[in-house]
């Protein structure tokens, strides 16, 4: 088997290109030695991730990214979901004085590192987390490979 990695658009527009996205994920597969996955990675709108965050993780609103990942088994490989809502990364970009593109990449970034099983703490402590260290240690190189 080998890394699989889709990239789909679910009626909404992003302005960066699929093959950047899936160069991303493989950055941060290859750096977390991952050779065998089928990772998912969908943008949709800021009513499908709202709707995604209360069927899922019965939170109201909508949210950034939610990831699913599902563990090897009977010699599958390892897999996972990634969904990113375009809209709140703009308005997240915004609020931190970051680039859209950027954003977006943090979340492609963020997405997959939970489907490989970090996680991190609520609110602001996130940001001293050994995960929120990783991704943004990541994005630098991802964002170097321009």
Do not use: C
């Amino acid at each position: 088997m080998a890394r699989v990695i889709d990239v789909a658009t679910d009626q909404v527009r992003i302005p960066v290109a699929r093959e950047r996205v899936v160069r991303v994920a493989e950055l941060v597969l290859g750096a977390e030695r991952v050779r065998d996955i089928v990772l998912s990675i969908t943008f949709v709108s800021e009513r499908e991730i709202a709707r995604l965050n209360w069927t899922h993780l019965r939170h109201r609103g909508p949210t950034d990214v939610i990831s699913f990942g599902f563990a090897a088994v009977g010699g599958a490989p390892r897999g996972g979901d990634v969904y990113i809502s375009p809209e709140v990364a703009r308005r997240n970009a915004r609020a931190h004085a970051a680039s859209v593109r950027e954003e977006l990449l943090r979340l492609v970034i963020h997405g997959v590192l939970h489907v490989l099983d970090y996680d991190h703490p609520e609110g602001d402590a996130r940001y001293a987390s050994r995960m929120w260290k990783r991704q943004e240690t990541l994005l630098g190189r991802a964002l170097a490979l321009s």
